[in-house]
């Protein structure tokens, strides 16, 4: 119920690649909301402590964390929106498929004639949305797909579905 | 011919000797530190037990190492026990086994031994037989690489049939005689021997003109070397006799330094050159491995299973260029340090060229170690441009910092200008080098400035792909193309191609996999 099709919400930027079929689920927006703004939080309170603690002297400190906590404001802001809008995915019969990014954006397939293993993980954050995130690696160093945002069901599902057509490929996949 | 008939094996007695030679070499120096110690006090007896106990214990633990030290093979797997206190055996499955190297470094070679490697698919670990009789290693090489095919394909069973001069040994009970009689038409002629097979390449002693060109290795090592001395010696009378043998105006001692160190430098990488790739011969075994056996004074036999190699790389090194210079590597999944071998040492281009070819063997009409390549474009091209520009305002800028801390008053000029034409230099290098190729086999990367290097990928190893864009590529309408791969180091960069070019590379080289991602939206 969560991953609708949006075929119109693409990228701003025009692109060749078509877009892939799927959305994560809403409320990845939230999470990444909490998890920018969180992670922010602390650096912050790390940065003011030790500036607190041994650099007072130097006056430049404020006025850069001010800027830099700006950045920080119209990121937390901006940033999911924009992330959710990119990224997507889809599992088609020979390969998997996703885009990430906000200002960079990235597109991996992997064939899954070539897939290793399939991975799905719930951080902390994430069990409280109830979201969970999927990584299919394959035998390169390079290129594992992530698709982060997934309701948990959708990502237990489609683990097992992944799991099962790797199985059944012949050959170490290499 | 050692028949695999599951008999616990020992390697060579020689093995005593060099075992007690090398544990002897590295007790020397603790064993003299102490004799010197002791000395002082007199007591020459002590030192004098010290020595024969130090040998006593060397040649005695030689002996018990070389007596537990075990190995045997059947039709299934390869077993080898060592240890004296704890015995530990390891065991390889015949069909897991990937490569069989052999390695004879001097003192080896002396006594006619060899250390046998075995690399195996499940992970990291090898198992080491250190050492084997010459022709003993050999053998061994030719047979657990025969049986481990004849294991993994069940149709191969050459090694079962008898050659005359093995009717003695017992015949492995392997499989069963219904499956042995279907595929008997493979294996009339005695088992090949390691010699056997097409020479793909062979050194050719005119190609150590190649050799120095490899100087900025061997300098650095000099410099280094020089630095290291200097500091050791600084105390004493021999920097002031080196500074005085030196010219008096600075200029004539930096060229007498240069030419030093470029001498040392061209010496250090002929050595180099020549103690590793002296008589290599690459050879295409009958079975699908290629065989590389090299070294002057260590030799080592190195073994590539054909159907794991993914590619070559063909790299350009800077002064080697100058002479049409390139050397040979393979990609391979499961091998060598970062997957992959090297092949040639730095030879003619077309050699290394026409062996790429020879290793690939491509299709009738491609080929990719030659084909010329695609560039990426004028937007590419300014982008390197800029970043030329960019970097050599930075490095201005520090030394702008440089110069005002220490009060010098450079030629302005002169430095800008210099780092301009360097950083735009070598950014048109980069962009007249760097290209893609697809053919229906491969696909082909160059790039690098001073550093080319071509590297063909064949497209059935590619295992994924990722499509990157930066803000600022995105705005250009460019991307970074990486084919994931399980050999080499594992991905293949294609930089700031255009985004169209990129995603037709993609829907080209793997069309089955495109096909399908197009259809579903």
């Given at each position: 119920?969560?991953?609708?099709?949006?075929?119109?919400?693409?990228?701003?930027?025009?692109?060749?690649?078509?877009?892939?079929?799927?959305?994560?689920?809403?409320?990845?927006?939230?999470?990444?909301?909490?998890?920018?703004?969180?992670?922010?939080?602390?650096?912050?309170?790390?940065?003011?402590?030790?500036?607190?603690?041994?650099?007072?002297?130097?006056?430049?400190?404020?006025?850069?964390?001010?800027?830099?906590?700006?950045?920080?404001?119209?990121?937390?802001?901006?940033?999911?929106?924009?992330?959710?809008?990119?990224?997507?995915?889809?599992?088609?019969?020979?390969?998997?498929?996703?885009?990430?990014?906000?200002?960079?954006?990235?597109?991996?397939?992997?064939?899954?004639?070539?897939?290793?293993?399939?991975?799905?993980?719930?951080?902390?954050?994430?069990?409280?949305?109830?979201?969970?995130?999927?990584?299919?690696?394959?035998?390169?160093?390079?290129?594992?797909?992530?698709?982060?945002?997934?309701?948990?069901?959708?990502?237990?599902?489609?683990?097992?579905?992944?799991?099962?057509?790797?199985?059944?490929?012949?050959?170490?996949?290499? | 011919?050692?028949?695999?008939?599951?008999?616990?094996?020992?390697?060579?007695?020689?093995?005593?000797?060099?075992?007690?030679?090398?544990?002897?070499?590295?007790?020397?120096?603790?064993?003299?530190?102490?004799?010197?110690?002791?000395?002082?006090?007199?007591?020459?007896?002590?030192?004098?037990?010290?020595?024969?106990?130090?040998?006593?214990?060397?040649?005695?633990?030689?002996?018990?190492?070389?007596?537990?030290?075990?190995?045997?093979?059947?039709?299934?797997?390869?077993?080898?026990?060592?240890?004296?206190?704890?015995?530990?055996?390891?065991?390889?499955?015949?069909?897991?086994?990937?490569?069989?190297?052999?390695?004879?470094?001097?003192?080896?070679?002396?006594?006619?031994?060899?250390?046998?490697?075995?690399?195996?698919?499940?992970?990291?670990?090898?198992?080491?037989?250190?050492?084997?009789?010459?022709?003993?290693?050999?053998?061994?090489?030719?047979?657990?690489?025969?049986?481990?095919?004849?294991a993994s394909s069940a149709l191969v069973t050459e090694a079962a049939t008898t050659t005359p001069d093995d009717d003695t040994s017992?015949?492995?009970?392997?499989?069963?005689?219904?499956?042995?009689?279907?595929?008997?038409?493979?294996?009339?002629?005695?088992?090949?021997?390691?010699?056997?097979?097409?020479?793909?390449?062979?050194?050719?002693?005119?190609?150590?003109?190649?050799?120095?060109?490899?100087?900025?290795?061997?300098?650095?090592?000099?410099?280094?070397?020089?630095?290291?001395?200097?500091?050791?010696?600084?105390?004493?009378?021999?920097?002031?006799?080196?500074?005085?043998?030196?010219?008096?105006?600075?200029?004539?001692?930096?060229?007498?330094?240069?030419?030093?160190?470029?001498?040392?430098?061209?010496?250090?990488?002929?050595?180099?050159?020549?103690?590793?790739?002296?008589?290599?011969?690459?050879?295409?075994?009958?079975?699908?491995?290629?065989?590389?056996?090299?070294?002057?004074?260590?030799?080592?036999?190195?073994?590539?299973?054909?159907?794991?190699?993914?590619?070559?790389?063909?790299?350009?090194?800077?002064?080697?260029?100058?002479?049409?210079?390139?050397?040979?590597?393979?990609?391979?999944?499961?091998?060598?340090?970062?997957?992959?071998?090297?092949?040639?040492?730095?030879?003619?281009?077309?050699?290394?060229?026409?062996?790429?070819?020879?290793?690939?063997?491509?299709?009738?009409?491609?080929?990719?170690?030659?084909?010329?390549?695609?560039?990426?474009?004028?937007?590419?091209?300014?982008?390197?441009?800029?970043?030329?520009?960019?970097?050599?305002?930075?490095?201005?800028?520090?030394?702008?910092?440089?110069?005002?801390?220490r009060d010098w008053t450079p030629a302005w000029p002169v430095i800008v200008g210099a780092q301009v034409a360097w950083f735009g230099?070598?950014?048109?290098?980069?962009?007249?080098?760097?290209?893609?190729?697809?053919?229906?086999?491969?696909?082909?990367?160059?790039?690098?400035?001073?550093?080319?290097?071509?590297?063909?990928?064949?497209?059935?190893?590619?295992?994924?792909?990722t499509i990157g864009q930066t803000l600022l590529q995105r705005r250009a309408g460019l991307a970074t193309l990486t084919a994931a791969?399980?050999?080499?180091?594992?991905?293949?960069?294609?930089?700031?191609?255009?985004?169209?070019?990129?995603?037709?590379?993609?829907?080209?080289?793997?069309?089955?996999?495109?096909?399908?991602?197009?259809?579903?939206?």
């Amino acid at each position: 119920m969560d991953e609708t099709r949006h075929p119109d919400a693409s990228s701003s930027t025009p692109s060749v690649l078509n877009d892939p079929a799927r959305q994560v689920s809403p409320r990845a927006v939230a999470l990444w909301r909490w998890s920018a703004a969180l992670g922010w939080l602390v650096l912050f309170v790390i940065i003011g402590v030790v500036w607190r603690l041994w650099l007072d002297h130097l006056w430049w400190v404020l006025p850069a964390a001010a800027v830099w906590a700006t950045y920080a404001v119209v990121q937390v802001i901006v940033m999911p929106r924009v992330r959710y809008r990119v990224h997507r995915w889809e599992v088609t019969p020979l390969a998997v498929r996703a885009r990430t990014g906000w200002l960079s954006r990235e597109q991996r397939i992997a064939p899954l004639s070539r897939v290793q293993t399939v991975d799905w993980t719930q951080g902390p954050l994430m069990r409280l949305f109830g979201l969970a995130s999927l990584t299919v690696t394959t035998a390169s160093s390079a290129g594992p797909v992530t698709i982060e945002g997934l309701d948990r069901e959708t990502a237990e599902r489609l683990a097992a579905e992944l799991t099962a057509v790797t199985g059944a490929t012949p050959g170490d996949a290499t | 011919m050692i028949p695999p008939d599951d008999q616990w094996r020992r390697t060579d007695a020689r093995m005593i000797g060099l075992t007690t030679v090398t544990r002897l070499g590295s007790l020397a120096i603790p064993v003299l530190v102490v004799v010197l110690r002791l000395s002082e006090d007199e007591d020459q007896t002590w030192s004098l037990r010290l020595a024969v106990g130090g040998a006593v214990l060397a040649v005695g633990s030689a002996i018990l190492s070389w007596h537990a030290t075990r190995y045997r093979f059947d039709a299934t797997r390869l077993q080898v026990r060592r240890g004296v206190l704890r015995r530990t055996v390891l065991t390889a499955p015949l069909d897991r086994i990937r490569t069989v190297d052999l390695e004879a470094p001097l003192l080896h070679r002396a006594l006619g031994l060899a250390k046998v490697t075995i690399g195996t698919a499940t992970g990291s670990d090898s198992i080491t037989l250190d050492s084997l009789s010459r022709a003993q290693s050999a053998e061994l090489r030719e047979q657990l690489l025969r049986w481990g095919r004849g294991a993994s394909s069940a149709l191969v069973t050459e090694a079962a049939t008898t050659t005359p001069d093995d009717d003695t040994s017992p015949l492995p009970a392997r499989e069963n005689p219904a499956t042995r009689a279907a595929d008997l038409p493979a294996v009339a002629h005695p088992a090949p021997r390691a010699d056997d097979g097409v020479v793909l390449a062979r050194l050719d002693p005119h190609w150590v003109r190649y050799a120095p060109t490899g100087l900025l290795g061997g300098a650095a090592t000099t410099v280094a070397l020089l630095a290291a001395l200097w500091g050791f010696a600084r105390d004493t009378a021999l920097p002031r006799r080196v500074l005085d043998a030196l010219p008096g105006s600075t200029a004539a001692a930096i060229v007498v330094v240069l030419i030093v160190v470029v001498a040392a430098g061209m010496l250090m990488a002929t050595g180099t050159w020549v103690s590793s790739w002296w008589g290599a011969t690459l050879t295409r075994e009958p079975g699908g491995t290629l065989h590389l056996r090299r070294g002057l004074m260590t030799t080592s036999s190195t073994t590539l299973e054909e159907a794991r190699i993914r590619g070559v790389r063909l790299a350009e090194p800077p002064i080697a260029r100058l002479l049409t210079g390139a050397s040979l590597h393979a990609l391979s999944s499961g091998t060598g340090s970062a997957g992959e071998v090297q092949l040639l040492p730095t030879c003619p281009r077309d050699v290394a060229t026409a062996v790429g070819h020879q290793v690939l063997l491509p299709s009738p009409g491609n080929d990719p170690m030659t084909v010329p390549t695609r560039g990426h474009g004028p937007v590419a091209r300014r982008r390197l441009l800029i970043r030329a520009v960019i970097r050599a305002a930075v490095l201005t800028g520090l030394v702008w910092a440089l110069a005002s801390w220490r009060d010098w008053t450079p030629a302005w000029p002169v430095i800008v200008g210099a780092q301009v034409a360097w950083f735009g230099l070598l950014a048109e290098l980069t962009h007249r080098h760097r290209g893609h190729a697809l053919d229906d086999e491969h696909l082909v990367v160059t790039s690098g400035a001073l550093w080319r290097t071509r590297v063909v990928l064949q497209t059935r190893g590619i295992i994924g792909w990722t499509i990157g864009q930066t803000l600022l590529q995105r705005r250009a309408g460019l991307a970074t193309l990486t084919a994931a791969t399980s050999a080499g180091p594992g991905f293949v960069t294609v930089e700031d191609v255009p985004l169209e070019d990129a995603v037709a590379l993609v829907a080209q080289a793997t069309p089955d996999v495109w096909e399908r991602v197009r259809a579903t939206v």
